[in-house]
């Protein structure tokens, strides 16, 4: 095999090592769903299957099935008020809106 050969192969074994984890999601959408388990988790069920521990918040699964994310992302960058005060209002960068986004893509 040639230089260029292993050269190559190295590459693409360092690249998917950036891209990707043991759970097979990319690097956003793995920050999207650590940034979800630490501030969402409390109320709604952020996997695919888990029951939210506040029954009226909503599954993430369900939210992302229900809404364009295109709609989700405004509604995040401008921030997210509930008409109960127990939802805190979210202010997202840029960065944590798509990887939160990446992450519910995941759920659908």
């Known amino acids: 095999m040639t230089r260029h050969y292993h050269a190559t192969l190295a590459f693409v074994a360092a690249f998917s090592l950036l891209m990707f984890t043991s759970g097979g999601l990319a690097a956003d959408q793995i920050a999207g769903k650590e940034f979800a388990a630490q501030n969402c988790s409390r109320c709604h069920a952020i996997s695919a299957t888990d029951a939210s521990p506040y ?44 990887d939160l986004l990446a992450y519910f893509e995941t759920l659908k």
């Open 55 to 98: 029954a009226k918040a909503p599954p993430f699964r369900v939210v992302a099935r229900k809404y364009k994310l295109e709609y989700l992302q405004e509604a995040l960058a401008e921030g997210i008020v509930t008409g109960h005060s127990t939802m805190p209002e979210f202010i997202l960068t840029p960065v944590q809106i798509d």
